[in-house]
Each structure stands twice: as structure tokens, then as C-alpha cells.
């Protein structure tokens, strides 16, 4: 019996891995996303073939994969940025669920003809999101750091919370026979101090235990550890009557400045996207063909209004709380499906009596196929936008005016920035990202927003007072342009710009620039550096070889400028050329002396 019980695990096991590994690259290859290949790969297992029919276990275990999830997002906020978004978490996110709760509550009255209490509880089990769907389809998208993605995280963050007052409301509205023992005050009082009990463990001892294994140097324990701080903080919030993930959000929080934040993220990440499809492959396998089948019409209009209702209320909400209008949309067409919460709240009502067997199971239909249709929903969101384009800002160049103007702040203009301001040079900065632009505001730099190609720009400024102008823009198109443009109208001007590459520097020069650099070379050649003398070869000697590469580098350059890039060669081409190095690879047990004439070689 015991062997027919494991054969049948890793049978099972097996198909849930190849139903994985066949449907998440198909359906992503088509266009359609991982999330809904899981779902069809759940679907084709479960209810169509019949091949796993206990879908409620698996499903316990793939919730691990939200607990995990959340866990990792937490890492990624500190409470400082955690404390920054609470107009949104606590504004925007109780103004969402409280008000799509009361819609569809009236509609549940109305259409459904549930009666108050029932309909309150399914109202607003409805208006809650699915964190696991929404985040899984931003991560997709590359939009999680982004404005919307933000936003969306609030909402979603907001709707974790309220699982816990809606399951007391749940517990209050049963009829008295119905009703569990246990005063609800006495249930929050538990609540708090286990959230309480985990923010001082988080702050006092989950460092000082990492620290510990950290030193051990035991890779192995370090998971072990991982996967106890998430499993564990998510079981004690769960005792207290809290989900499970909203503990282990918590605990990444709370580690969120912890300096082994990065080794914790990777040491959990496998363990959350195996987790995390597996979830969606089970919500495929505890669907209920019967009960569709039986109430097609009713499932159906119902996930399509539940998620038009949803769409529109998040829309106005996140337009009214300061969303630009593209990521109101984006916003709204992302979290319009009912949520994994619901099963909960749904089987809760069913067992106090609030409605029956049959209601509840139509409802999570309902949310089941609102989950489905969501990436088909995302895939409308560019019918609904404007063409992408650059936030636009007012062009105010007051105050104006330094000895060095920069054109450009993407990263290799901010860490030139950083050397000019600490050696007390007074620089202003102009960018043509309205986002870049208030980012650095904030830290008091000199910035304005404005595009460097034009001339009333420049003017505006003060490049006639500069005495040096950085362009340090991050495409050679606009480069170019920008160098033209200053020679053209200011050929006073001395100009150091950045180079894309060899070519580009090659261009530059002939335009007579006063300094160009290769954005990549000198931090190459750091880099080439310290891996020698991590090597064990001499710092001295690894200066000097450093020094003799870029000395080989300028001579060539130097001759190419004169000959051409393809110098010493045939210079027409039929065929791209391919580069050369600078210093030909050495045979084993051999160095270059770079004492010695360039093209000598001595044995080491």
C-alpha cells in the first residue's frame, strides 16, 4: 500500500513538471504568458484527462509559492520606501476594496438575489485581486519597479490586509448557529501581538542568526535558514489569524537592509517560481467543469462584469489619487479577476450558512475564469494607451549657469557629476527625462529639464558661460548631434564627450572635441586590474601593465586616425571586419614584458 502511495506521488509529480515544462514555453512563445500556460496545464491534467483528481492538496503546497513571493518583494522594500507609499497603500488601496465591495454587493442584491449578509461577504470576497496573477504578470511585463507597478503592488498590498477583517466580518454575519466561539476583539488583540512578537524578532534576532550561519560558511544551512525565516514567519502569522504571506512580507521587510538581503533573494528564488507555477497549475486542476458546465452562462457573465466593474472603479480610483492616464490603465486591466483569497472567504461563508454549496462554488468558477481571461486582458492594455513618449516638464532654466555644463545624466553622467561636485566645481545639468530630472532634485542637484539638441536650450543653460561642456548623453545619434550643434553655434566651446565605442571615438576626434573617452574602457581596464592582482600577480606590475594596454590602445587609435579604422588592411570590405587585440594571447608559462619593446614576448 505504502509503495502504491509513493508510486502514485511521483507520478503525480511527474506530470505536474511536464505539464510545466511543455506549457509555460508554448504558451509564452505564442504571446499568452507563463501564468495562463500553467492554468491550461492544470485544466488538460485535472478536469479534462483526469490524470490528478485531489486537486485541494497540491494546492496547500503551491500557496508556498505566494508565501515566497511576497517574502522576495518584501526584501526589495525598505520600510523607509514601505512608509513613502502608505498614501497609496492605505488611501488608494481601502478606497478600492471598500467601494468595489459595495458595487458588487448591490449587484449581487440585484442580480444574483442573495440577501444582504450573503451578499456582502461575496461583494467583497469579489473585490479583492490576485496577488499571485497580478505580480507574476508585471514580472513579465518588466513593470514591478516601475510607476504602475508600484501603484498596483499598494492595492494588492492593501487587499492582503483586509483578508483578515473580512474573515471576522464573515464570522459576524453567520446566523448565531453558525457562529465560531471566540471573542472577535480577542482575535484582533492575538493578531496584533503576533505581528508585533515578529517585527522585534526581525529587528533583534533574524541578523545576529545569519551573521552566525554566514560565518559558518555552509551554503546548505544558509537555505535551510531561508526557507525557515519565510515558512516560519508565515505559520505564526497564520496561528494569529493572519495569512501566511502576509508573514513572510514582514520578515523581508524587516531584512530589507540586512546586508545578507541579496544571498537570501537568490537562495529562495528557485524555490518561489517552482512554487509559484505549481499554484497556477493547481488553480487549473480545482476547476469545476460540472459546475460551469451546468451554469455556463451565469459563470461567464459574471467573470466578464466582475472584471468590467473592477477595471472601471480601479481606473477612476487611481486617476483620482494622481495616476497619469496610461498607467490607470495599465492599472486597471491588471487587476480586474477575483483573487486567491476568495476560495477562502468563499468556503468560509458556505460553511456558516451564509449561502450554500452551490453559490460558493459558481463564485470561485467566477474567479477562476476571471483569472484566466487577465493575461488576455494585459494583451489590451496598448489598444487602450497612447504611443509610448516622454513625460514632458515645463522648461525653467532660473538660477542657470556654472563653469561645467552637463548634457546628460544617465549613470556615466551621475558618476562624473559626483567627481566635479566633490572637487568643488559648480555644474549644471540638463536631461531630457522628466523621471531623471525630479529623481535628482530630490538630491539637490542642478538639473533642468530640457533637450540638448537645441540651441534655446543651450542658451537658456548658460552654456556661454561654461567653460567646459560634458556631453554625456547615452546615444551616439544624439551625441553627434549635440557636438555639431555646439561647434556650429559655439566653436568656442571646449567639449568632452562620451564615446559608444571605438568607431565613435574615432568620429569624435575628427570632429576635433577637446576630450572623449569610451564609456566602457577605463572601468575595463580597472576591472582587468584587480583581477590580476586577485590573481596573485604584483599591484605595481599590474599598474604598469595596465598603463602599457592603454598606451597600445592610443597608439592604434592614433594610426587609425590618420589610416582609417581598418588600418594595415585592404580597406574595401565585403565582409563586417573582425577586431583585433591589442596584445596577441600568450602561450602557456609565457608573460609579456612590457619593459621590453611592445612586440617582443620573454619567457616568464
Known amino acids: 500500500m505504502a509503495v502504491e502511495q509513493t508510486a502514485s506521488f511521483y507520478t503525480e509529480a511527474l506530470l505536474l513538471l511536464g505539464g510545466a515544462v511543455v506549457a509555460a514555453p508554448l504558451f509564452r512563445r505564442i504571446g499568452l504568458g507563463t501564468v495562463l500556460g500553467y492554468l491550461a496545464a492544470g485544466i488538460a491534467i485535472g478536469p479534462v484527462a483526469r490524470l490528478i483528481t485531489d486537486s485541494q492538496d497540491i494546492l496547500h503546497v ?178 494569529a489569524g493572519l495569512s501566511m504571506a502576509m508573514g513572510a512580507f514582514i520578515a523581508g521587510v524587516l531584512l530589507a537592509e540586512s546586508s545578507y538581503r541579496h544571498e537570501l533573494e537568490a537562495d529562495i528564488e528557485p524555490f518561489r517560481g517552482i512554487l509559484l507555477g505549481l499554484f497556477f497549475i493547481a488553480v487549473g486542476l480545482s476547476v469545476d467543469l460540472g459546475v460551469i458546465g451546468r451554469n455556463i452562462v451565469i459563470v461567464t457573465a459574471g467573470a466578464l462584469l466582475l472584471m468590467t466593474i473592477k477595471a472601471v472603479i480601479i481606473y477612476a480610483l487611481t486617476r483620482l489619487f494622481g495616476a497619469a492616464r496610461d498607467n490607470a490603465v495599465r492599472i486597471a486591466l491588471l487587476l480586474p479577476q477575483g483573487g486567491e483569497f476568495g476560495f477562502v472567504l468563499f468556503s468560509a461563508a458556505a460553511l456558516s450558512g451564509l449561502f450554500d454549496n452551490e453559490t460558493a462554488s459558481v463564485l470561485v468558477a467566477v474567479v477562476t475564469l476571471s483569472m484566466a481571461l487577465t493575461p488576455l486582458t494585459v494583451k489590451l492594455v496598448p489598444l487602450f494607451i497612447r504611443a509610448e513618449e516622454d513625460e514632458q516638464m515645463d522648461e525653467d532654466f532660473e538660477g542657470a549657469g556654472a563653469d561645467v555644463l552637463m548634457i546628460g545624466f544617465s549613470r556615466f553622467g551621475q558618476i562624473v557629476s559626483q567627481m566635479l561636485l566633490s572637487g568643488g566645481s559648480d555644474v549644471t545639468i540638463i536631461d531630457h527625462s522628466a523621471e531623471r530630472v525630479r529623481a535628482a532634485q530630490k538630491f539637490g542637484f542642478r538639473i533642468y529639464f530640457g533637450d540638448g539638441t537645441r540651441k534655446d536650450v543651450l542658451d537658456a543653460a548658460g552654456i556661454r558661460r561654461a567653460k567646459i561642456v560634458a556631453v554625456c548623453t547615452n546615444v551616439r545619434e544624439t551625441t553627434d548631434r549635440i557636438v555639431d550643434l555646439i561647434q556650429s553655434e559655439y566653436p568656442d566651446a571646449r567639449i568632452f564627450a562620451r564615446a559608444y565605442d571605438r568607431a565613435h571615438t574615432l568620429s569624435l576626434r575628427e570632429r576635433g572635441v577637446s576630450y572623449e573617452v569610451r564609456e566602457t574602457f577605463e572601468s575595463g581596464l580597472l576591472f582587468g586590474r584587480k583581477t590580476l592582482e586577485a590573481l596573485g600577480v604584483d599591484e605595481q606590475l599590474a599598474h604598469e601593465i595596465s598603463n602599457d594596454v592603454r598606451k597600445r590602445d592610443e597608439e592604434r587609435l592614433a594610426i587609425q586616425q590618420v589610416e582609417g579604422i581598418y588600418a594595415g588592411r585592404d580597406k574595401v570590405h565585403t565582409k563586417p571586419v573582425t577586431p583585433e587585440p591589442l596584445i596577441k594571447p600568450l602561450r602557456e608559462g609565457r608573460r609579456l614584458d612590457i619593459h621590453a619593446d611592445a612586440a617582443k614576448e620573454t619567457d616568464a
Open 62 to 239: 503551491a500557496e508556498l509559492g505566494i508565501v515566497f513571493l511576497l517574502f522576495v518583494i518584501g526584501l526589495e522594500l525598505k520600510p523607509s520606501r514601505l512608509w513613502s507609499m502608505r498614501r497609496e497603500i492605505f488611501g488608494l488601496g481601502l478606497a478600492q476594496v471598500f467601494i468595489t465591495g459595495l458595487v458588487l454587493c448591490a449587484a449581487m442584491v440585484t442580480l444574483a438575489g442573495l440577501d444582504l449578509r450573503g451578499a456582502l461577504v461575496a461583494g467583497f470576497g469579489l473585490a479583492l485581486s490576485s496577488t499571485a496573477f497580478a505580480l507574476q504578470l508585471l514580472e513579465d511585463a518588466g513593470g514591478t519597479n516601475r510607476r504602475y507597478g508600484q501603484t498596483a503592488f499598494s492595492i494588492l498590498l492593501f487587499q492582503d490586509l483586509a483578508i483578515v477583517p473580512l474573515l471576522a466580518l464573515a464570522a459576524f454575519l453567520a446566523p448565531p448557529a453558525a457562529q465560531a466561539h471566540g471573542d472577535p476583539w480577542t482575535s484582533g488583540a492575538i493578531a496584533l501581538i503576533a505581528v508585533a512578537a515578529l517585527v522585534l524578532a526581525g529587528l533583534y534576532l533574524l541578523n545576529p542568526l545569519f551573521r552566525i550561519i554566514g560565518n559558518t560558511g555552509a551554503r546548505e544551512v544558509m537555505i535551510a535558514a531561508a526557507l525557515l525565516v519565510v515558512i516560519g514567519s508565515g505559520v505564526a502569522m497564520q496561528l
